[in-house]
Each structure stands twice: as structure tokens, then as C-alpha cells.
């Protein structure tokens, strides 16, 4: 202390020669005075003290100096959690950096050092990156079944990649697990079969608790089902297609058709027309002001989104009135061009304007069927409902010309092949809810013999012949579900299988693999999302390693605490009186038992020590040894595991009517209680009155009001 007190004070005076022993002079007396022959620190601090030149500074006391202080252990915490607040929000590594946060950050804690981007990409990315996987991977530990999605995709430097995600059963998440870049190999089904499997052993996936394998419906990823499936450890994982890339097919083909090709190029025209054109878009503005009170906004429809083109007509009719005004105003008639004038008689056409709410209607039972579909909640057993039901929708719009809507559907329903067909049926049958009007056993009439004999075929291959016999006992009400019959009752098909699987040998087991699969990868589309918002152009020196880790922080934070899981709590709460105790006691008993017979763990193809391969999984845990091996960071030892994340059944299904003529048609004894799987059966007028739509009444008047108003415009 006495030495930083003579430094004090000699930062006074000024030295007048060199030498420990050389004068010194007093830096505020004037010429003369305060002038001493040698450096003594006494006599300097009492020259200070009667020096009435010398103006002492303030007291240093400050809370800096005195008050705050950070200890190394604080400063790493707040380091962290800083840090992991910019990944999750998918902030730049220099939020920061910036003047002004250092600024705040002085104010609000004087001796807090924010970190830095070096540090925000080097060990504060690993160490949130484990903390985020170690949460995950304790989510997937308790969780009873896992079903996977796969998709490919470019980056802006025309990488390609493969990511897989996790979708958990009926809790609207997911979660982002590894990725794979193709580098120079080609997207073969081997060679994706091949990532696929590495990708599940470098995340120690247990092989019997993998359920399904969701993808596209290319021929590539059909051959990666059955390449995935002669794989000894794996070849009780079934393959499903995306339903929603399925209905975004159908609703290309039918755009293309003639009927509505012309409308919707003269759509697109005209919802472009006014992007460039600012004088013309301000008087349209104007006139919207004028006509609504405010501004409403033309649609433009995504490249490879189908399903966007209903919103770009939706758009066009909500602003009818004002594009039919711009069309009559003669102010701009002379600078319009013969492009422009062309789209002005169309907007001045009542036939047009007729095509267009034809489409509409045609489009709007598509798009609602289709945004169901791209919802992660959405379970296998609803799909074959959802789907007949749209197309009797549609045949409800026969009038208005949805004849070849109908017709491309069915096309589409045959793409799919006869392995998801019947996957679809089997999963339909599971619901108990379809034979709650049955006192006995349930005649099912198929569309020919032919196809009862290929379903059934195809259950013996999932389930052998013990399976099948249960199975037909359950349709019957037989055996061991003879006194049992009270819980057909049941509304929650999940919750029924785990009550009887007990009493079954293979088929409950089955049942509830089949009924937690997802009916779409849209997990794996939305994760591309927010890939390609953190792997911008902005961005696009970050390393394939970086960019993973960061994507793989952002997705999995919202999958934890963002909304996804406030649904999860939302539905936990409407469920838990009743179901709480029952579901998860049956849920978890599955796994402890091991049941299902085509499920071989210790099967060839299968190691215990999963091997390094070129996923980004493996990748970043290199990346990570080699920091620790060159002394960068120190390792962390926060070993807390997050709560296990409870899964909820699937939403409650809709109680059927008496008549379902959706799927259920007529039979020699009773016409109310058989099931068809026949989407060609005519519908009559008595049956479509019982169907529940979602069009009521109130819909179809707003259809006609409508097409009266067509008939209304001022030409």
C-alpha cells in the first residue's frame, strides 16, 4: 500500500534530470517554487499538503473499487447464461461487443466482463451445446417408443444435408437430434440407410425403441424403407410418407389441370402486378381506404407451397370490390399498358370472377385438411378419416365442378402404395371408437376379396399368425376382449390399447407403436427453416460444425421451454384426472416387458460401442475433445438431468355419427354398422346429410351471397 502512495505522488512532480538522485519540481507550483534537489516521498507528500497550487482528486471510494466484485465461478455463470441466451434467441456472436451493451452492462454490474465473440464461438458454444444434447438425450431415455423424420436439403453454398429429428408421440414436439452432410456421395437408399443407422448409433438410440421412419414419397426414400428394414437390428421399424408432401402433390396436379391452369396464371399475374408498379399500388392503397377503412395485402404463393395458392385467392376476393374500382378508374387508363389493360377486363368479367370462387370452395376443404396434416399431433389412426372425409367434402362440391379434385386424390391415394394403405386401415381399425354402436362382433366388407386377403397378409407380416388371430378377435369382440367390451367405450384409443395389452400377447404392443407414429415430416421442414435463418447469407463463413450446434440449440430450447411445451402442459392438465396414472403405468410396462417378437436387440448388425462416423454429432463431440485436449476450457461438471418429459395420449377423437359413411357403409344384415374401404362408393343424398362437415349452414350461405355478388358488378 505504501508503495501505490508514492507512485501517487510522484505522478506530481516532474523529474528535472535522470538518475535515482536528480531534483524534482512540483508540477502545479509556478516557476521557482516547489523545487527540491532529490526524489524523498515524505517531503514531496508534505509539499502536496501546503501546496496551494495542488488541488487533491475525489475520494476513490467508488462501488467499484470497493463494493462489486465478481468471482471467477459468477463470472463463468453469467458468461454462460449470457451466452446461451443470444444461441437460443439466434443472436450474431457480437450482440455483445456493441458500445452501448458495454455501456449498460457498466451500469448495471461495473466488474462484469461480457464475453466476447471469440468466446461466444468457441468454448461457451460447447458447453451450452452440452448442456442443450444432455437435456434431450434424457428426454429420449424416457421415452417408451421414438418415431424419426428424415428430410434432405441445400444450404446457401449448395451443401447438401440430412437431418434427423425426433417427433414425441402426440404432444405437438420435436426435436432437432443430428444432421448429416452428402459431401461428394450420392443421395442413394443405401447410402441414406447408411446415415440414417450412424446417426442413430453415434446418439445411442436403443434399436427396440425405435418405431417408425417418416419421409418424403420419392422412389429413393420408398427404397430406403425396405433397405432400412433387411437390416436384421432394424427391421421392425416401419416406413410411412409425409401426408402433407402427399396433399401438396394433389393440390399441384390439380392446378395444373385445364380447368383451373389459366385461372391461376392470370392469379399470379395479377397478384404481381403490383409489386413494381408504386403509382398504381398507391392509388389501389387508396382506394382499399376508401372501400374498407384500411389496407389489405395481396398474397403472393410460395414456389413449391401449393397449399399458399388458397391463400392468394382468399386475398383476391377480401379486396373484390377495390380491384374492381381500380379496374373502372379511368384516371390511369391512359398509362396503362396492353399487359395491364388485359388484366382489367379480367377483373371486369363476371365469368372469371365465377371460376374463381369455383376454385375457392374447391381449394378450401384441401387446405383445412391439409393444415391438420402438417400439425405433429396428428396420430396415423386419423389419417384414412380425414382423408375420406375430404374427398366426400369435395363430392359435396360436385357443383361447382370438383369432379377432377376428387379424381386426383384418388391418384394420389394410389401413389402411396399398398404398404401405407394398409397401414392406414389397420390403424383406422385400432380406434374403439368405430364399433361403440356394436353389441357383438362387427362385419367388415372390403372392396373385394382380393384386398381382404392382402390386408391380412400384410398383418401377418407385421405380427405373424398369433397377431392376426388376436387381432381379428378384437375386431369380434372374442376371446379375451369378450369380457372386456365395456372399454370400447373408451374415446382415447392409446389409453385403450394400454388397458388391454396385458391380455394380449403381440397385438397391444403393436397397436400402440402404430397409433404414436406422425403422419407427416414437417419436423424436419421446419428445422430446415431455422437452418437456413441461422446458416444466412449474413452468417455464411460459419463453420458446418457451428452452424449445427447453433441450430441445435435454437430448435430444441423452443421444443423445452417454448410453446410447444405449453401445449404439453395445456394438455396435461385437460388429461390428468383421468388418464395420469392408467396411461403412464400401461405406457411404460411396454417397454419392461418387450413383447413385440420382431424386435431382436442383440441381433446382427448391432454393437454396443456405436462407431465415429461423419455426422455432425460426431463432428462436434471431436471438435470438443480437441479444444479440451489443447487446454482452452476447463471441463464443466454440471451433471443436473432436466424431468423427464411426460407423454401425453393424443387428442380426443370426435365421437362418430351413427352413420359413417366416410368409411362405413352398408352390409346384407345391418346397413349401419360396416366398414368399406371403397373411396369409389356412390354417395347418396340421405347419406351425405349425415356427414359432419365443416361447412355448416352459415358457410353455404356466405357461398351463395358470393356468387350473387358476382352477378352484381358494375360493368
Known amino acids: 500500500m505504501p508503495q501505490n502512495r508514492d507512485c501517487e505522488v510522484d505522478l506530481e512532480f516532474r523529474m528535472l534530470g535522470t538518475g535515482s538522485k536528480c ?52 463470472m463463468k455463470k453469467l458468461q454462460f447464461t449470457m451466452a446461451q441466451s443470444a444461441y437460443q434467441d439466434g443472436r450474431p456472436f457480437t450482440i455483445w461487443e456493441s458500445e452501448s451493451m458495454k455501456k449498460a452492462f457498466k451500469i448495471l454490474r461495473p466488474s462484469f466482463v461480457p464475453p466476447n465473440r471469440h468466446d461466444m464461438a468457441t468454448y461457451l458454444l460447447t458447453d451450452v451445446y452440452k448442456e442443450s444434447r444432455k ?193 373502372q378508374n379511368r384516371e390511369f387508363s391512359k398509362s396503362k399498358n396492353d399487359k395491364v389493360k388485359e388484366l382489367d377486363a379480367i377483373l371486369l368479367n363476371r365469368e372469371w370472377w365465377n371460376k374463381l370462387l369455383e376454385l375457392r370452395e374447391v381449394l378450401r376443404p384441401i387446405t383445412w385438411t391439409l393444415k391438420r396434416f402438417d400439425s405433429d399431433d396428428l396420430s396415423v389412426g386419423e389419417v384414412r378419416e380425414l382423408w375420406v372425409r375430404l374427398e366426400l367434402k369435395l363430392k359435396r362440391a360436385i357443383e361447382l365442378g370438383a369432379l377432377k379434385a376428387v379424381r386426383v386424390l384418388q391418384e394420389r391415394w394410389e401413389y402411396l402404395g399398398k404398404q401405407a394403405q394398409y397401414l392406414y386401415e389397420f ?34 407380416q407385421q405380427i405373424g399368425e398369433e397377431g392376426e388371430a388376436e387381432f381379428k378377435a378384437y375386431l369380434g369382440k372374442t376371446k379375451m376382449f369378450s369380457s372386456r367390451q365395456h372399454l370400447y367405450e373408451e374415446r382415447d384409443p392409446i389409453v385403450f390399447w394400454g388397458l388391454v395389452t396385458r391380455i394380449t400377447t403381440i397385438l397391444g404392443d403393436f397397436a400402440l407403436r402404430v397409433l404414436t407414429m406422425p403422419s407427416t415430416s414437417t419436423a424436419s421442414e421446419r428445422n430446415w427453416s431455422c437452418f437456413g435463418k441461422i446458416y444466412s447469407k449474413l452468417r455464411n463463413r460459419l463453420k458446418p460444425t457451428k452452424a449445427f450446434m447453433l441450430t441445435y440449440i435454437y430448435v430444441n430450447y423452443r421444443a423445452l421451454n417454448g410453446t410447444a411445451k405449453k401445449r404439453r402442459e395445456k394438455g396435461s392438465e385437460k388429461r390428468k384426472a383421468k388418464y395420469d396414472q392408467e396411461f403412464s403405468d400401461a405406457m411404460l410396462g411396454i417397454v419392461t416387458q418387450n413383447k413385440h417378437k420382431n424386435i431382436d436387440p442383440t441381433a446382427s448388425g448391432s454393437s454396443s460401442t456405436p462407431k465415429r462416423g461423419n455426422s455432425m454429432v460426431a463432428l462436434c463431440e471431436k471438435e470438443i475433445e480437441d479444444n479440451d485436449n489443447k487446454g482452452k476450457r476447463k471441463k464443466s461438471n454440471n451433471n443436473e438431468s432436466s424431468p423427464p418429459l411426460r407423454v401425453n395420449p393424443p387428442r380426443k377423437a370426435r365421437s362418430p355419427p351413427h352413420n359413417r359413411v366416410e368409411i362405413i357403409g352398408a352390409s346384407d344384415d345391418d346397413e349401419e354398422d360396416d366398414i368399406v374401404f371403397n373411396l369409389n362408393t356412390e354417395v347418396t343424398d340421405e347419406e351425405l346429410a349425415e356427414i359432419e362437415l365443416e361447412f355448416d349452414q352459415g358457410y353455404w350461405n356466405e357461398v351463395q351471397q358470393s356468387f350473387d355478388w358476382v352477378e352484381a358488378i358494375p360493368l
Open 427 to 460: 390403424a383406422y381399425l385400432l380406434n374403439p371408437q368405430h364399433f361403440k354402436y356394436n353389441d357383438s362382433s362387427l362385419d367388415i366388407k372390403y372392396e373385394n376379396e382380393e384386398h381382404e386377403r392382402k390386408f391380412y397378409e400384410w398383418i401377418r
Open 135 to 327: 437435456e434431450v438425450m434424457a428426454i429420449i431415455e424416457n421415452l417408451p417408443f421414438l418415431c424419426f423424420t428424415i428430410d434432405s436439403w441445400a444450404d446457401l453454398n449448395d451443401e447438401r444435408w440430412i437431418n434427423l429429428c425426433l417427433v414425441v408421440p402426440n404432444s405437438k414436439t420435436s426435436f432437432f437430434i443430428n444432421a448429416q452432410l452428402c459431401e461428394h456421395h450420392h443421395e442413394t437408399a443405401a447410402n441414406i440407410v447408411e446415415w440414417v443407422v450412424d446417426m442413430w448409433e453415434e446418439c445411442k438410440i436403443p434399436a427396440e425403441k425405435i418405431v417408425s421412419l417418416t419421409t418424403d414419397t420419392c422412389t429413393v426414400m420408398k427404397s430406403v424403407w425396405k433397405t432400412l428394414r433387411a437390416i436384421p437390428k432394424y427391421h421392425h421399424v416401419l416406413g410411412e410418407p409425409c401426408l402433407a408432401h402427399v396433399l401438396q402433390l394433389a393440390v399441384c396436379d390439380l392446378l395444373g389441370t385445364d380447368a383451373f391452369k389459366t385461372t391461376i396464371a392470370e392469379l399470379t399475374t395479377l397478384a404481381s402486378y403490383f409489386s413494381g408498379a408504386h403509382l398504381q399500388l398507391a392509388e389501389f392503397r387508396r382506394i382499399q381506404k376508401e372501400v374498407y377503412g384500411k389496407h389489405k395485402a395481396i398474397i403472393n404463393p410460395g414456389a413449391t407451397r401449393w397449399g399458399t395458392h388458397y391463400g392468394l385467392i382468399e386475398s383476391i376476393i377480401r379486396t373484390r370490390l377495390a380491384l374492381v374500382r381500380f379496374a
Open 23 to 74: 531534483p524534482v519540481k512540483c508540477r502545479h507550483c509556478p516557476e521557482g517554487q516547489g523545487k527540491y534537489a532529490q526524489r524523498n516521498p515524505v517531503v514531496m507528500r508534505g509539499h502536496l499538503d501546503v501546496c496551494k497550487f495542488y488541488k487533491p482528486p475525489p475520494s476513490e471510494k467508488t462501488i467499484e473499487k470497493h463494493v462489486d466484485a465478481t468471482s471467477p465461478e459468477e
